[in-house]
């Protein structure tokens, strides 16, 4: 084997030097390491189904892979959208895939559908932050580590042959840069074929006139740009969905029998099933998972991390290294903490000569109603003596006036027996005499 050394020799335009080994070498088994180290870990692949309830969600997640997905069916009485998420690990040959299914539950039966997106985006934002955290830690196990990062997003268009609703257009703008939007019309048998093409250019040219990006089956790998391209041009796809198999021939398919005839779900001339299933699971799959991680987890990631305060170049475009960042961060955040330690300083100083100040008023209002009592007290008991002393004259007066009454009356009493011994004996010397 041969190898061509591209070194200085090639840099000095002296072309390549072609080097004999002596031996096999054999990184060309490179690949194949890979390849057997993928396969030994296992894959992951996450999908979420976005539509309104009783579209045929889960039957088509069931028809897709073959199998019967536990899961009871949603009402149409949910008072908020929510998100019900499943995992299931499947086996095909050697190659494991835990599969992820998040279905929407209660999406478009409220009356107020406005908030109806936000638990879709929180939810593929949450799988994002999840992932974001395992990255930054410091022992990180990402090989590990289960990825529920929303890998590829269907949105299940109600089949009325008319135009997008305002619900769906809203939600997959809201959507289109946080996670692939693979559009699809559901119960397509409910749909002529005339109006199914109608219905796809109107779906195709509202999407475009009002912004809203979908995921297109990447070209650029020659092995699959012809097949990719082909079927850009069917989105979105008209798909049926059934799990009941019917003999159809001599053979058992996947159909829908209805009292006029039989849809038959992987009959390409009946609807997109297979077209949807090949460009989802066998083609395109891992370009879905890549597009995850390198754009949509990649915005998250820049967005999240600017929010942070980290940046990749200072305000002169210099580079910024994360060390940088940390101790610009640290000295702003020290710098806010000490004007936040001053403010509070400040406002406690302001709010102890407050409280001081008023302590200062009410003790001068409690001194100036101390005076006024003190002087009502005084003359309260100005007047109350002058009253004393008014009582104890009139006491004095009232003695007085007795002690001449009580002198009176005894002198009086001493002159009235006096007279009455006279008149004794003058009635002893004469009887005649009347006394009364
Ligand atoms: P979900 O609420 O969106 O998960 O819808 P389901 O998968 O529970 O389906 C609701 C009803 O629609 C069931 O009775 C299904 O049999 C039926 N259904 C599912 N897919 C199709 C389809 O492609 N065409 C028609 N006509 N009916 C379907």
């Known amino acids: 084997m041969n190898f061509l050394i591209r070194g200085s020799l090639h840099r000095h335009g002296e072309g390549c030097r072609t080097v004999p080994l002596a031996g096999h070498v054999g990184f060309d088994s490179l690949p194949d390491q890979l390849v057997n180290k993928s396969v030994s870990q296992g894959f992951c692949f996450n999908i979420l189904c976005v539509g309104e309830t009783g579209l045929g969600k889960s039957t088509l997640m069931d028809t897709l892979f073959n199998t019967k997905f536990e899961g009871e069916p949603a009402t149409h ?33 409220q009356i107020n559908k406005e908030d109806s997106y936000k638990p879709i985006v929180e939810f ?18 990402l090989h590990a580590y289960h990825d529920s990062r929303i890998h590829a997003c269907l949105y299940f268009i109600a089949p009325t042959g008319h135009s997008l609703k305002s619900l769906d257009l809203v939600t997959m703008k809201k959507l289109d840069s946080k996670v692939n939007i693979i559009p699809i019309i559901a119960k397509s048998d409910a749909i002529s074929k005339s109006e199914l093409t109608k219905f796809k250019i109107k779906i195709t040219s509202e999407l475009v006139s009002n912004g ?36 159809i021939g001599n053979k058992m398919m996947k159909a829908r029998q209805y009292p006029w005839g039989t849809v038959q779900v992987e009959n390409e001339a009946h609807c997109d099933f297979v077209k949807l299933r090949e460009m989802l699971i066998r083609v395109n799959m891992e370009d879905l998972r890549e597009q995850t991680h390198s754009r949509h987890y990649e915005l998250y990631r820049r967005c999240k991390l600017e929010e942070m305060g980290f940046q990749d170049t200072d305000p002169d475009s ?20 000490q004007k936040k330690e001053e403010e509070m300083r400040q406002m406690f100083v302001q709010r102890v000569k407050e409280k001081e ?73 004469n009887p005649w005499l009347c006394t009364e």
Do not use: C, W
Not at 365 to 393: I, P, V
């Open 357 to 429: 100040a008023e302590l200062k008023e009410a003790e001068k209002e409690l001194h100036e109603k101390f005076d006024r009592l003190k002087k009502l007290h005084q003359d309260e008991k100005k007047k109350l003596e002058d009253k004393k002393k008014s009582l104890d004259d009139e006491v004095n007066a009232f003695k007085q006036r007795k002690t001449a009454a009580e002198l009176l009356q005894s002198q009086s009493s001493q002159a009235g027996g006096s007279q009455t011994l006279k008149r004794d004996k003058e009635k002893k010397n």
């Open 318 to 337: 210099k580079p910024f290294s994360l060390q940088e960042t940390y101790e610009a961060k640290r000295n702003e955040f020290l710098g806010e903490l």
């Open 212 to 247: 809203v990006q979908i995921y297109q089956f990447p070209t650029d790998d020659e092995s699959v740009a012809e097949i990719n391209g082909t079927m850009n041009a069917h989105l979105p796809f008209a798909v049926i969905g059934s799990t009941e198999e019917l003999k």
């Open 124 to 141: 593929i934002d949450a799988q994002f932050e999840a992932y974001l955290q395992e990255e930054l830690k410091i022992r990180r196990v």
């Open 77 to 109: 009485t949910q008072p908020g959208v929510q998100l019900r998420s499943n995992t299931y690990d499947l086996q095909e040959s050697n190659v494991g895939l835990k599969l992820t299914i998040v279905s929407t539950v209660g999406f478009g039966d």
